[in-house]
């Protein structure tokens, strides 16, 4: 048997506005969430929710989309998996910030689908590191996901009947080739059911083996208008009625397949072999090359320093826990990702990178507030004023 599991990512950064929400929810995560609903095809589909998502989902009058997810979860169609509330890049901030994105993420994502149950974690942008996956093992998760193409380049092959393993957590590898070959090209589901099955019988033969497809779940129907029933409806379609190729959860393929320790190297689903040479693994987020990116961390640290010392003065008694919980949560936010990707060479959008930044100086004004200490307001705007130096300089000298 050949078995595939899908996993879909869906997100949108705390920043996005309001109309953009509405737009994908009609094009993409209503019909999306139908589709995975459907008992008619019985999908099994690993799926992943932001937070960030789901509260503005609930904000602008969304609820059935995550009823339909929920009540998918419910019937066995769909697993969730969980991530950091707010799409932060995980190898890139502390473990106590990482634990409490976590946190967040789940408690909130269980308030409005009781079946949100996840056992395994897609870190945003599937950024991967080794102490990331032992921290999370830690925690107690069966499975995290990250590419393929960073372990192909370092060990020269892609495993298919057997799942890394670091630890006690299993590192799932997403095919980068067949992922990006739906995700950048235009086919019908039937047509590419068949494509993959002969594939992956050309690859392994008669042996048991598997792929992992992963994207944007806004492939479907957003960044490909119809695409949710010109391919993923269709796909799984064939799926449900095919006696060679099975599909099934990630949690459910770690099961089927032997685990071995094996050395995944850190990078991202974004990364090229490029990348991989020039030792930069997270280049659309912390490039070595890219000095926006520096000047963005020294901000966004300076402010996580502030919200520290503020957290200890509440142990000490001496601020309110209302005026924390509101710089908390502010900081939380301010932690995504994509303020660092519209900054890179590909994506360069300096009202983006201002946007993230603004964020940030929300954080040190309540916590300048927080702790009567106006010189974090100053330090911040000097910092900031950085950030707006390297984005004109890029933005007019290329």
Same mark, same amino acid.
């Given at each position: 048997?050949?078995?595939?599991?899908?996993?879909?990512?869906?997100?949108?950064?705390? &920043?996005?506005?309001?109309?953009?929400?509405?737009?994908?929810?009609?094009?993409?995560?209503?019909?999306? +969430? &139908?589709?995975?609903?459907?008992?008619?095809?019985?999908?099994?589909?690993?799926?992943?929710?932001?937070?960030?998502?789901?509260?503005?989902?609930?904000?602008?009058?969304?609820?059935?989309?995550?009823?339909?997810?929920?009540?998918?979860?419910?019937?066995?169609?769909?697993?969730?998996? !969980? !991530?950091?509330?707010?799409?932060?890049?995980?190898?890139?901030?502390?473990?106590?910030?990482?634990?409490?994105?976590?946190?967040?993420?789940?408690?909130?994502?269980?308030?409005?689908? #009781?079946?949100?149950?996840?056992?395994?974690?897609?870190?945003?942008?599937?950024?991967? +590191?080794?102490?990331?996956?032992?921290?999370?093992?830690?925690?107690?998760?069966?499975?995290? $996901? &990250?590419?393929?193409?960073?372990?192909?380049?370092?060990?020269?092959?892609?495993?298919?009947?057997?799942? #890394?393993?670091?630890?006690?957590?299993?590192?799932?590898?997403?095919?980068?080739?067949?992922?990006? =070959?739906?995700?950048?090209? !235009?086919?019908?589901?039937?047509?590419?059911?068949?494509?993959?099955? +002969?594939?992956?019988?050309?690859?392994?033969?008669?042996?048991?083996?598997?792929?992992?497809?992963?994207? =944007?779940?806004?492939?479907?129907?957003?960044?490909?208008?119809?695409?949710?029933?010109?391919? @993923?409806?269709?796909?799984?379609?064939?799926?449900?009625?095919?006696?060679?190729?099975? @599909?099934?959860? $990630? !949690?459910?393929?770690?099961?089927?397949?032997?685990?071995?320790?094996?050395?995944?190297?850190?990078? &991202?689903?974004? *990364?090229?072999?490029?990348?991989? *040479?020039?030792?930069?693994?997270?280049?659309?987020?912390?490039?070595?090359?890219?000095?926006?990116?520096?000047?963005?961390?020294?901000?966004?640290?300076? *402010?996580?320093?502030?919200?520290?010392?503020?957290?200890?003065?509440?142990?000490?008694?001496?601020?309110?826990?209302?005026?924390?919980?509101?710089?908390?949560?502010?900081?939380?936010?301010?932690?995504?990702?994509?303020?660092?990707?519209?900054?890179?060479?590909?994506?360069?959008?300096?009202?983006?990178?201002?946007?993230?930044?603004?964020?940030?100086?929300?954080?040190?004004?309540?916590?300048?507030?927080?702790?009567?200490?106006?010189?974090?307001?100053?330090?911040?705007?000097?910092?900031? @004023?950085?950030?707006?130096?390297?984005?004109?300089?890029?933005?007019?000298?290329?």
């Amino acid at each position: 048997m050949k078995y595939v599991a899908i996993l879909l990512h869906i997100y949108q950064p705390p &920043t996005q506005i309001g109309w953009v929400i509405d737009q994908i929810a009609k094009e993409c995560y209503l019909p999306l +969430s &139908t589709i995975l609903n459907d008992p008619s095809i019985s999908p099994k589909v690993t799926l992943n929710i932001n937070f960030s998502l789901t509260e503005q989902l609930i904000k602008h009058g969304w609820k059935e989309i995550l009823d339909n997810f929920n009540e998918a979860a419910g019937k066995g169609f769909i697993e969730f998996t !969980s !991530s950091g509330a707010y799409h932060p890049i995980f190898p890139l901030i502390p473990e106590e910030e990482i634990k409490r994105q976590l946190r967040l993420n789940e408690a909130g994502n269980m308030t409005y689908m #009781p079946n949100f149950k996840p056992q395994g974690v897609f870190p945003p942008e599937m950024c991967y +590191s080794t102490p990331l996956a032992m921290l999370l093992a830690k925690m107690g998760y069966k499975w995290v $996901i &990250t590419d393929d193409l960073p372990f192909s380049y370092y060990h020269g092959f892609v495993p298919y009947n057997f799942i #890394p393993k670091v630890g006690n957590i299993r590192v799932v590898l997403r095919s980068n080739l067949h992922s990006n =070959d739906i995700s950048f090209n !235009s086919y019908k589901g039937n047509e590419f059911f068949y494509k993959l099955l +002969s594939d992956m019988e050309k690859w392994f033969g008669e042996e048991e083996g598997y792929i992992v497809i992963a994207m =944007d779940g806004e492939t479907f129907g957003h960044h490909h208008k119809y695409y949710h029933e010109k391919f @993923l409806r269709a796909f799984l379609c064939e799926a449900a009625n095919s006696d060679k190729l099975q @599909l099934v959860t $990630i !949690s459910e393929l770690v099961e089927k397949f032997e685990a071995r320790d094996v050395f995944v190297p850190p990078s &991202t689903w974004s *990364a090229t072999a490029t990348d991989l *040479a020039n030792d930069d693994p997270y280049p659309l987020w912390q490039s070595k090359f890219n000095p926006i990116h520096a000047k963005q961390w020294e901000l966004l640290f300076f *402010a996580l320093e502030a919200v520290k010392e503020a957290e200890d003065k509440l142990r000490q008694k001496q601020i309110l826990k209302e005026e924390f919980e509101k710089l908390r949560l502010l900081m939380d936010k301010a932690l995504y990702s994509c303020q660092f990707w519209w900054a890179s060479a590909w994506n360069f959008d300096p009202s983006q990178i201002y946007r993230g930044a603004f964020l940030i100086l929300d954080v040190l004004q309540v916590a300048a507030e927080v702790l009567g200490k106006s010189e974090y307001i100053y330090r911040g705007r000097e910092l900031f @004023l950085n950030i707006i130096m390297e984005t004109e300089k890029r933005r007019f000298c290329g």
